[in-house]
C-alpha cells in the first residue's frame, strides 16, 4: 500500500473528486496558483483554471456568504481557510445561514459546503493561528465536523464531506499535515459518526483527538511493558460522535480519560464526561477525567507555547494518576 | 560558540530545499541584516538574511549551491573573534529559520493536570462499578478496605473480597412445586410435526424466564442467558450449551435441547458445544431420583437440579388430595443465598411452575 503524507491523502480526496464531480470549486487565499499555504490545492489551478480555483482577497465573511448561496443553488464549494482562525470573520453567515438554511428551507435547500483549514497548536504560529474551535462547531446544530489523525482517516473523511450534502468543517491539525500513513489505492471512504478503536486495551479508555492520538498511542505502548493496558479511541467526528464505542469501552475498562488539546470547558470531555456518567454510570470505577491544553490564547514564544499544550508526558502523568484512583 | 547556519524551513510542508547562491564567500565579515545566500523552495526563491554579524565559514564538505538538502542541514557557520570553525558536525540541527536567533531560555514546563477531584467527607465510598460488582456477586462491600486513592472501594476491591470470603462456597435452597397443571399442559403442547416437549424442558424455559428477574444468579448477568443442559448419554452425564436461550421460545428450546442430546449420545458434539454455559440444569427424574443437589462449577453462579414428577398427597385447603409433585434443587454461590436473590429466583420458578402457561406464553 502507497505511503503518503496527511496533505497528499486530503489532496488526492480533492483531486480525485474535482476529476469525478464539475460543481466542485475551491475558493481561498493563495489556493490558485500558489497551490493552497498548506499545499492543500498543488497543481489543481493548471488543471481546473481560475473558474474553480478562486483566489480571493481577504474578505471571510464575502467568499463564505457567496458559498452559501452557491451551494444553495447546486454546486459544491469548498472553502478553504489556511488556517482556520480566519473562518471567525464569517461567523454570521456560518450559522446563521449555512448551518440553519436546510432547516428553514424544509430541506428544499441543500448546504453542501466544506469549509477546511488548518487547526492547532505548533510551530510558534501564535494565538492567531492556533486556534481549534471543533467544540464550538459541535455545539452547533447544522455542522458535521470532522478532525482526522492520521493520512487515511484524512482522504476517507475528506471524501465523505465532499460527497454529502450538509456543511462540513474539516479540519487539519498543523503538526500532522507531515505524518505518514498509508492509503490505499482503491475507492474508499470513511462514515462520520464512526470512531476508530486505534488500540485495544483492558484497564483504561483514552478517548484522544487530532494530535493527541499518536501522542496516546506512544505513551499506551511504553506503558504496556508495565503492564499497563491501555485503550486508545479516536472518534474521528465531534459531530456526530460516536459515543457508543466509548460506552462499550468503558464498560470493559471501567476507567475513562479524553485527552484534547483545546480548552477543557464546554469541550468534547465535558461532553463525553456527560454521557458516559449519564448512560453508564454503574460502568465507572473511577472518575472521569479530562486532560487539556491551559485555557489561554495560545502564546506566540516557542518554550511557552509547549508549555499550555498537553504533550506526552502529560498524557502518561494523567494516565497513572487514573489508574491509581 | 560558532552559530550554525542551515537550510531554513520557508513552509509548513517544506521537506527540503536547494541551495541555489552563496551572496557571501567564506571568510567574509557579514552584518546583522545582511543576505547570506539564496534558497529556491516548492514555492518560490527566497533571500535568507542574518540576525546576527560575524565571520562567514563555510565548510569544505557543506552543500554546493544547486545542491538540494533537506531542512536542517548544515550550510555554514558565523563565527565571533576567538572562535573556530568545530571540525565535528553539531548535534542534528533544528528546523528553525536560521540564522537561528539566540537559544531560547528554557522554561519549566508547568505540569498540565487532569481536572481535580473534590475531597469527601469520612465513610466509605465506593465506585458505581464496584458496587455494581458487589451486588451481582453478593459482597458486603461496607465492610471493606478500600484500594483507591482516598480509601475509595474500587472494583479489585470487591473481586478480591468475593474471593477471599468463599462467597464460592455453594449454599443448597430445596422447594417443592406443584407439577399437575403442568402435567395437564405438556399432552396439549404436542404438535404436528414434534413430538411432546419433557417436562425439563418446559422447566427449562420457564428458569430463563425467572432468571430475566433475578440476573444475579446468571453468570453473563443480564446480557444473555446460555443454558447448560445436562443430558445421559449412556455412560455418563453430558452438558451440552443451549446459546442465548433467552431469546428462544419453549419449542424452539425443546427442539435444540432433543437435538443436543441426540448429538450427545452419538458423541458427535464439538468441543465447543459444551463451553460458555451462564446457568446449568441437571434432571435424574427419569431415575427415579426424588431430589438432589447439582455440584457448582466455576463460572456458573447457580445450577438447578430437577428430580422426578410423581404423584403424591398434598394439603389442600384442610383436605388431603393427589397432586404432581417435582423437588426443586438450586445449589449458588454463597452471597446468593446471603442477599436473598436464590430464594427469590426458586419461588418465582415455584410460582411459574405451578401456572406454566403464564411463564410458556410467547
Given at each position: 500500500m502507497p505511503e503518503l503524507t496527511y496533505v497528499e491523502a486530503a489532496h488526492q480526496a480533492l483531486a480525485e473528486e474535482m476529476a469525478r464531480d464539475e460543481t466542485i470549486f475551491v475558493v481561498g487565499e493563495g489556493i490558485g496558483p500558489r497551490g493552497g499555504n498548506f499545499n492543500t490545492t498543488t497543481g489543481l489551478f493548471d488543471l481546473y483554471g481560475p473558474e474553480r480555483l478562486r483566489d480571493?482577497?481577504?474578505?471571510?465573511?464575502?467568499?463564505?456568504?457567496?458559498?452559501?448561496?452557491?451551494?444553495m443553488t447546486g454546486t459544491r464549494p469548498v472553502v478553504d481557510f489556511m488556517f482556520l482562525d480566519f473562518i471567525l470573520d464569517a461567523f454570521g453567515e456560518l450559522i446563521n445561514q449555512i448551518a440553519k438554511m436546510q432547516y428553514m428551507s424544509s430541506g428544499r435547500l441543500k448546504m453542501p459546503i466544506v469549509l477546511r483549514g488548518c487547526i492547532g497548536v505548533g510551530g510558534a504560529a501564535a494565538t492567531h493561528h492556533s486556534g481549534n474551535y471543533?467544540?464550538?462547531?459541535?455545539?452547533?446544530?447544522?455542522?458535521?465536523?470532522?478532525?482526522?489523525?492520521?493520512?487515511y482517516d484524512a482522504k476517507g473523511l475528506?471524501?465523505?464531506?465532499?460527497?454529502?450534502?450538509?456543511?462540513?468543517?474539516?479540519?487539519?491539525?498543523?503538526?500532522?499535515?507531515?505524518?505518514?500513513?498509508?492509503?490505499?489505492?482503491?475507492?474508499?471512504?470513511?462514515?462520520?459518526?464512526q470512531a476508530a478503536v486505534c488500540r485495544r486495551g483492558e484497564h483504561l479508555t483514552v478517548v484522544a483527538f487530532t494530535t493527541m492520538v499518536p501522542e496516546t498511542l506512544q505513551v499506551a505502548e511504553t506503558l504496556s511493558g508495565e503492564g499497563i493496558s491501555v485503550e486508545v479511541i479516536d472518534p474521528r467526528t465531534t459531530s456526530p460522535l460516536d459515543i457508543d464505542t466509548v460506552l462499550e469501552s468503558v464498560h470493559r475498562t471501567g476507567r475513562l480519560l479524553i485527552a484534547d488539546e483545546t480548552f477543557a470547558p464546554c469541550g468534547m470531555g465535558a461532553e463525553i464526561a456527560a454521557a458516559v456518567v449519564d448512560r453508564a454510570f454503574d460502568d465507572l470505577d473511577a472518575p472521569v477525567r479530562r486532560l487539556n491544553g491551559a485555557h489561554v490564547?495560545?502564546?506566540?514564544?516557542?518554550?511557552?507555547?509547549?508549555?499550555?499544550?498537553?504533550?506526552?508526558?502529560?498524557?502518561?502523568?494523567?494516565?497513572?494518576?487514573?489508574?491509581?484512583e | 560558540m560558532a552559530e550554525a547556519i542551515a537550510m531554513p524551513r520557508l513552509g509548513w510542508t517544506m521537506e527540503e530545499g536547494t541551495l541555489v547562491e552563496w551572496l557571501k564567500a567564506d571568510g567574509d565579515a557579514v552584518e546583522a541584516g545582511e543576505i547570506l545566500f539564496t534558497v529556491e523552495s516548492d514555492k518560490a526563491l527566497n533571500e535568507i538574511e542574518t540576525f546576527s554579524g560575524g565571520t562567514l565559514r563555510i565548510p569544505s564538505d557543506a552543500p554546493r549551491p544547486g545542491d538540494t538538502v533537506p531542512v536542517g542541514t548544515l550550510l555554514g557557520y558565523l563565527l565571533q573573534p576567538g572562535e573556530e570553525m568545530p571540525t565535528a558536525p553539531p548535534p542534528t540541527p533544528t528546523a528553525e529559520p536560521v540564522p537561528t536567533p539566540a537559544e531560547p531560555v528554557p522554561v519549566a514546563k508547568p505540569k498540565l493536570s487532569p481536572t481535580p477531584a473534590l475531597a469527601r467527607s469520612a465513610g466509605p465510598t465506593i465506585s458505581p462499578r464496584a458496587r455494581r460488582v458487589a451486588s451481582e456477586l453478593g459482597v458486603e462491600w461496607r465492610a471493606l478496605t478500600g484500594s483507591g486513592r482516598t480509601g475509595r472501594i474500587v472494583e479489585r476491591d470487591v473481586r478480591a473480597a468475593a474471593a477471599r470470603s468463599g462467597q464460592a462456597v455453594p449454599a443448597i435452597l430445596t422447594t417443592e412445586a406443584d407439577a399437575t397443571e403442568?402435567?395437564?399442559?405438556?399432552?396439549?403442547?404436542k404438535a404436528e410435526d414434534?413430538?411432546?416437549?419433557?417436562?425439563?424442558?418446559?422447566?427449562?424455559?420457564?428458569?430463563?424466564?425467572?432468571?430475566?428477574?433475578?440476573?444475579?444468579?446468571?453468570?453473563?448477568?443480564?446480557?444473555?442467558?446460555?443454558?447448560?443442559?445436562?443430558?445421559?448419554?449412556?455412560?455418563?452425564?453430558?452438558?451440552?450449551?443451549?446459546?442465548?436461550a433467552h431469546t428462544k421460545n419453549w419449542a424452539e428450546l425443546a427442539a435444540e435441547a432433543r437435538s443436543l442430546a441426540l448429538q450427545a449420545r452419538r458423541r458427535a458434539l464439538e468441543p465447543e458445544a459444551v463451553q460458555g454455559g451462564t446457568f446449568a440444569i441437571a434432571n435424574l427424574g427419569m431415575y427415579g431420583i426424588d431430589a438432589f443437589t447439582p455440584i457448582l462449577h466455576p463460572p456458573y453462579r447457580a445450577a438447578l437440579g430437577l428430580g422426578r414428577i410423581a404423584e403424591r398427597p398434598a394439603v389442600r385447603e384442610g383436605r388431603v388430595v393427589p397432586r404432581a409433585l417435582i423437588s426443586l434443587s438450586l445449589t449458588v454461590e454463597g452471597g446468593l443465598l446471603e442477599n436473598g436473590a436464590a430464594a427469590r429466583f426458586l419461588d418465582r420458578l415455584r410460582s411459574l411452575i405451578e401456572r406454566p402457561e403464564l411463564g410458556l406464553l410467547d
Open positions: 480571493t482577497p481577504i474578505c471571510e465573511r464575502g467568499f463564505v456568504g457567496l458559498c452559501a448561496g452557491a451551494a471543533y467544540p464550538i462547531f459541535t455545539h452547533l446544530p447544522g455542522f458535521k465536523v470532522a478532525v482526522p489523525s492520521n493520512p475528506f471524501k465523505t464531506a465532499l460527497r454529502g450534502d450538509d456543511p462540513v468543517l474539516f479540519l487539519e491539525h498543523k503538526s500532522l499535515l507531515n505524518t505518514r500513513g498509508e492509503v490505499p489505492e482503491e475507492e474508499y471512504s470513511i462514515p462520520f459518526g490564547p495560545t502564546p506566540y514564544s516557542a518554550p511557552l507555547e509547549a508549555a499550555v499544550a498537553p504533550n506526552r508526558e502529560d498524557i502518561e502523568r494523567a494516565i497513572r494518576d487514573l489508574m491509581a | 403442568l402435567v395437564t399442559l405438556r399432552p396439549r403442547l414434534a413430538p411432546a416437549p419433557a417436562y425439563h424442558h418446559l422447566i427449562a424455559k420457564l428458569a430463563v424466564v425467572a432468571l430475566a428477574d433475578y440476573p444475579q444468579l446468571n453468570a453473563a448477568g443480564i446480557e444473555a442467558v446460555h443454558l447448560s443442559l445436562a443430558v445421559d448419554t449412556g455412560d455418563g452425564l453430558a452438558s451440552p450449551v443451549i446459546r442465548d
